[in-house]
């Protein structure tokens, strides 16, 4: 059974950090692409970064370019997201997802991350 759950959520200042983990089971993280996907309050979802099977493209929003960066580790079949610079608008639920082809098809159950003083 493919399971994700992500974790490293909370709330942080603006200016912190957060590195925010998703924890694979079912299936292999180098076998598929994986990606990071946040729901701020009263909007949809915003696709932010993709990290693909094999680990060498990363590829991220534009909005988010430079502020936040993609990994894995295999060996844990877990994968990250670090986040730096946080603003109050990067107040979301932050869900990672398994990607097959052009399609999300597993979705882990989310973490909140509210960023305010």
């Known amino acids: 059974e493919v399971q994700l759950v992500e974790s490293g959520g909370g709330l942080v200042q603006p200016g912190g950090s957060l590195r925010l983990s998703c924890a694979a089971s079912g299936f292999a993280i180098d076998d598929y692409a994986m990606s990071w996907v946040r729901q701020a309050p009263g909007k949809g979802l915003e696709w932010i970064a993709t990290?693909?099977?094999?680990?060498?493209?990363?590829y991220y929003s534009e909005s988010m370019k430079g502020r936040f960066t993609i990994s894995r580790d295999v060996a844990k079949n877990t994968v990250y997201l670090q986040m730096n610079g946080l603003k109050s608008e990067d107040t979301a639920v932050y869900y990672c997802?398994?990607?097959?082809?052009?399609?999300?098809?597993?979705w882990g159950q989310g973490t909140q991350v509210t960023v305010s003083s």
């Open positions: 990290i693909n099977w094999n680990g060498a493209g990363l």
């Open positions: 997802a398994k990607k097959r082809d052009t399609v999300l098809d597993y």
